[in-house]
């Protein structure tokens, strides 16, 4: 099964609203990956993550949230699978990573590392613009206006809507799926192939 990253901004509390246009998109984003029959994988915490789980649960997806804490009651009410990690941020190496392929709404600092792990991972990022945050940010500092660095490890898509994003992982994703199975080489997990 493909499996899509979603990650985006949590709310920590009525301070700290997370944009209603990045709540709206990710709930949308959810609904999408849930229909392309695609595991929505997150934080599985408030927020984006949150609402993009309502939005794959509503539809009949799977949702799957890899947590900080060790709590497994602690994701949200829409995560099917909710896998505590008592890793706190250093969860945030586990699903960019694991999944086929990440889509990015709005977020902080902590989104920001979530797709800086994805990128080093070799994984494919979609950015949906006009959801505030670091998606809206991110394209100005692109390297050739579709990576991170010189590396051009992988590529990050800039879109503008939520059909835009899903269909692009998608894309991303099956491609990635088409490949030949290889035997995993501890050096690149460890990235010493590339730094």
């Not at 700290?16 to 934080?43: F, M, S, T, W």
């Not at 602690?74 to 706190?88: E, H, K, M, Q, R």
């Amino acid at each position: 099964m493909i499996s899509i990253a979603v990650i985006g901004r949590a709310s920590q509390g009525a301070h700290d609203p997370v944009p209603e246009a990045a709540l709206r998109a990710a709930y949308e984003v959810g609904r999408l990956i849930a229909r392309a029959g695609a595991a929505l994988v997150c934080g599985g915490a408030t927020g984006v993550m949150e609402e993009s789980c309502r939005g794959a649960r509503e539809e009949g997806g799977l949702t799957i949230g890899i947590l900080a804490g060790t709590e497994r009651n602690s994701a949200n009410a829409y995560v099917d699978i909710s896998l505590p990690t008592g890793l706190g941020t250093a969860r945030n190496l586990i699903y960019p990573r694991a999944c086929d392929a990440t889509i990015m709404i709005g977020g902080g600092a902590g989104t920001l590392n979530e797709l800086t792990i994805a990128y080093q991972g070799r994984r494919s990022v979609v950015v949906i613009e006009g959801t505030g945050g670091w998606a809206d940010r991110i394209g100005g500092g692109l390297f050739e206006g579709r990576y991170l660095d010189e590396r051009r490890v992988a590529e990050i898509f800039l879109v503008r809507t939520p059909q835009e994003a899903v269909d692009t992982a998608m894309s991303v994703a099956r491609q990635l799926e088409a490949q030949p199975r290889s035997r995993d080489d501890p050096a690149r997990w460890l990235g010493a192939d590339r730094f």
